[in-house]
Antibody, heavy 122, light 108 residues
């Protein structure tokens, strides 16, 4: 059974960097049949896909246009996890952040982390 | 970018009744890559249906998805108490697309 466990701080100051980690069990971050995503949810923006990383002979990273200039998603094969970094955060980045697996049998997000509430505040 | 509009915003029904939730796309989703998720308070979304009509293993058969092009429907044939939640549709293309704003299914 695949499980995702999120970790990271719940409070970030404006202009600083939001950093979260998603640890994978029951699958591999290097899997050729999955991609590893970050999604956020807020009352104002709803559910918003932020980006993903996946391995197909080499590592790929794809990001949503809305955050492309500020985001980085990176795999860590030694720990079987992946991370999110969002730079220069503002109050609008306050949201619940989820990691999720995209399974290439469906291209849908079939396994989700538990969610992390991140508040941007000074 | 495709915009997904869900209706109604809130649906009030009683256990045992049939629920019909709609998701309309601003342009045709030609691959029928339309997914439905259920979300309960304080939890992550849970994938129910993908490819418009394929039920995820372990999801009860009272949940069914249908539709094509721009109009998609999630039907819950007989509501159980645990079905009252918020439901989202998503265009699950590659790379992932947008989510609808959600339909809240509440107990009448």
């Amino acid at each position: 059974q695949v499980q995702l466990q999120q970790s990271g701080p719940g409070l970030v100051k404006p202009s600083q960097t939001l950093s979260l980690t998603c640890a994978i069990s029951g699958d591999s971050v290097s899997s050729n049949s999955a991609a590893w995503s970050w999604i956020r949810q807020s009352p104002s923006r709803g559910l918003e896909w932020l980006g993903r990383t996946y391995y197909r002979s080499k590592w790929y990273r794809e990001y949503a246009v809305s955050v492309k200039s500020r985001i980085s998603i990176n795999p860590d094969t030694s720990k079987n996890q992946f991370s999110l970094q969002l730079n220069s955060v503002t109050l609008e980045d306050t949201a619940v952040y989820f990691c999720a697996r995209i399974f290439y049998g469906s291209f849908a997000m079939d396994v989700w982390g538990q969610g992390t509430t991140v508040t941007v505040s000074s | 970018e495709i915009v997904l509009t869900q209706s109604p915003g809130t649906l009030s029904l009683s256990p045992g009744e049939r629920a019909t939730l709609s998701c309309r796309a601003s342009q045709s989703i030609t691959t029928n890559y339309l997914a439905w998720y259920q979300q309960k308070p304080g939890q992550a979304p849970r994938l129910l249906i993908y490819g418009a009509s394929t039920r995820v293993t372990g999801i009860p058969d009272r949940f069914s998805g249908s539709g094509s092009g721009t109009d998609f429907t999630l039907t819950i044939s007989r509501l159980e108490p645990e079905d009252f939640a918020v439901y989202f549709c998503q265009e699950h293309r590659n790379p992932p697309g947008t989510f609808g704003q959600g339909t809240k299914l509440e107990i009448k």
